[in-house]
C-alpha cells in the first residue's frame, strides 16, 4: 500500500488545484449580481460538513449533505433531471 | 491488460470507440438498456431499439473482436407514465430468447416516485418469473441515496436472490447499502460525476474487492470508454499488484455474468 507521502506526491497538486478552483467559483458567486439558489446554500452546507465529517469519511459526509433524506416515494416529479443538491 | 466492460452504452459511440477499448484489451462489453438523452414516442421506438441491441451492436462489436451482450428493460426514467411503461414491458419477452441477451437492466429509479417503483417492482417480477439476472441503475445526484435504499427494500420484499443482482452506480454513501445486505455493487467512471478513479480506488481499499467491479457507463454525455483500463492503471501507481487488478477488471465481473445463461467468454478465456 502507498504511504502518506505517496498519496501526496500522487494526488496533492490535483487536491490543490481543485481548492483553488472552489475558492474562485465560491468567490465568483459573491461578485455577481442577482439571486444565489439552494445549491449554493447546500455546497457550502457540504463544505462544512467536509470539515467536520464526525466518525465517518469525508466524502461520505459530503454526499450524504448533498442528498434528498426523505423515504417514500414522491407523488410526482417535475423535473427528469436532478440538481445536485436537495431542493429545501 | 485483458478486462470487461460491464456497462457502456456503445450505441452512442462511434466506430473509433469500439477500436480504442479493442486495441486497450476489452473482450466482452454489457450494453444494458437506458435513456436515449430523450423520451421515446412510442412502443415501437422501443422495439427498434431492441434490434439494435440484440442485433445489429452485436455485430459492430464483433468486427473489433469484442463479444457484445445486453440487459433489456425500459428505463427508469420513461417509466413514469405507468401504462406506457407496462406496454413496452409486455414487448420485452419477445427480445429475451435472443443469444446475447443477460437479464433486465438497468432497471431502478430516477426520480423516485411512486410510478417508477411500480415499473421497478414489474421488472423485478418479470425477471424472477424468467429466472434471470438484475442490473440496476440508482438515481443521480441527490436522489441517489433515498433511490438506492427504496431499490433495495423492494428487491428485498420481492425475496430476489441478492447473489443474482448487481446495483450499479454506487459511491462512498451508498456501497455499504448494496454490500451489506448481499448484493454485487457497480462503481461508474465519470469525468464530472459518480466517482473518479481515485474515488473508485479508495472505495475498493475500504471495502474490499469482492462483489464489485467498475465500469465506464459510456454514453452521448461526457464520458471515457476507456475509463476502466485509466483506473486500472492508477491502480497500478497506487501499488495495487497485477493479480488484484485484474481480479477486479476481468474476473469479478466474469464471476457476476457467468450467472448469466449466455454469456461466455472467447474460447481461451473462458
Redesign the interface.
Known sequence: MPSKTDILDLYFMDARYKLIDIAAFLDRLDRHEGDSDFRHAGFLKAMEAMLNPGDGPRAKAVLESLSDHSKEPVEKAEIQFAYGAPQV | MQYIEPHAHMVSRTTDDYQAIAQAGCQALCEPAFWAGYDRGSVEGFRDYYRQLTDYEPARAAKFGILHYTWLCINP?EA?DVVFGREVLSMIPEFLDQPTVLGIGEIG?????????LILEEHIALAQERDLPILVHT????????GT??IVDAMKNANVNPDRVIIDHV???TAAIALDAGFWAGMTLYPESKCTP??AI?IL??FGTERIWMNSACDWGISDPLAVVKCALEMK???HTAELIHKVIYENPKEFLSQCANFKLPQGNE
Open positions: 426514467k413514469d429509479l430516477n426520480k423516485n416516485t411512486k410510478n417508477e417503483h438515481p443521480h445526484l441527490e436522489d441517489k441515496l433515498k435504499r427504496l459511491e462512498e454513501h481515485g474515488r479508495d481499499e475500504t501507481k497506487r501499488k
